[in-house]
């Protein structure tokens, strides 16, 4: 049911064994009458009781959201079509930030944005190297690197989350959130490249 890519599912099916039908029904029919409850959990997890949700295309900063993860993507992103969902806009009081998440499948990451409250100061504002590079580690929850199985696990890490919190995230993100598909800009060579020609 969650959105969760291990192991198994990198390996892909080949070599993998079949389960008995009854099992899957089993399975199921498990998932099911858990649903309800695991709900409340990823929304739990997702934003703290009292925060208020809403869209992020409605939020008066998306225009420069839209922009920092398109360079995000043309600092980042493979080639092709990378699709990024992107959660509801969070506010939890008046004195804080409003915030996003962003799973970004592709690169197996999650990434942690802070909005402007009072709407987008500059469409065309251009990152430098050293801001976008907030989005290649801080701002970043790696899939592969920084998720533990239990809290045990975090022991007070300010970097690692749990596996049932990212699966919330991610779940929140696929089922509530704004998909935004952005392709990489063609990186322009750098002077020395051009003379090498």
């Known amino acids: 049911m969650t959105a969760w890519s291990g192991e198994g599912a990198r390996r892909g099916t080949r070599g993998a064994r079949p ?7 089993a399975a199921l029919a498990w998932c099911l ?6 709900l409340a959990d990823e929304a739990e997890r997702y934003a703290p ?10 939020h008066p900063d998306w225009p420069c959201l839209a922009s920092l ?5 043309d600092d980042q992103g493979a080639r092709g079509v990378n699709a990024l969902h992107i ?3 969070v506010r939890e009081d008046d004195d804080g930030n409003d915030f996003v ?3 970004w499948p592709r690169r197996r990451a999650i990434l942690l944005v802070s909005l ?6 500059d469409p065309d504002y251009r990152y430098d190297s050293l801001g976008l590079g907030w989005y290649r580690t801080k701002a970043r929850i790696d899939l592969d690197h920084h998720v533990r199985a239990t809290e045990a696990e975090i022991s007070g890490s300010s970097f690692l989350v749990t596996r049932a919190w990212a699966d919330a995230v991610i779940a929140e993100c696929t089922t ?5 598909k952005l392709r990489r800009a063609r990186r322009r060579r750098r002077d020395a490249d051009a003379d090498a020609l």
């Open 69 to 73: 993860l398109q360079q995000i993507v």
């Open 49 to 58: 009781p009292g925060a208020v949700l809403s869209e992020p295309r409605a």
């Open 87 to 89: 959660g509801r806009v």
């Open 116 to 121: 402007n409250r009072n709407g987008c100061a």
């Open 33 to 38: 009458a858990a649903a309800p409850v695991a």
């Open 19 to 25: 389960r008995s039908a009854w099992l899957r029904v």
């Open 101 to 103: 998440r962003v799973y």
């Open 176 to 180: 509530h959130g704004t998909e935004l």
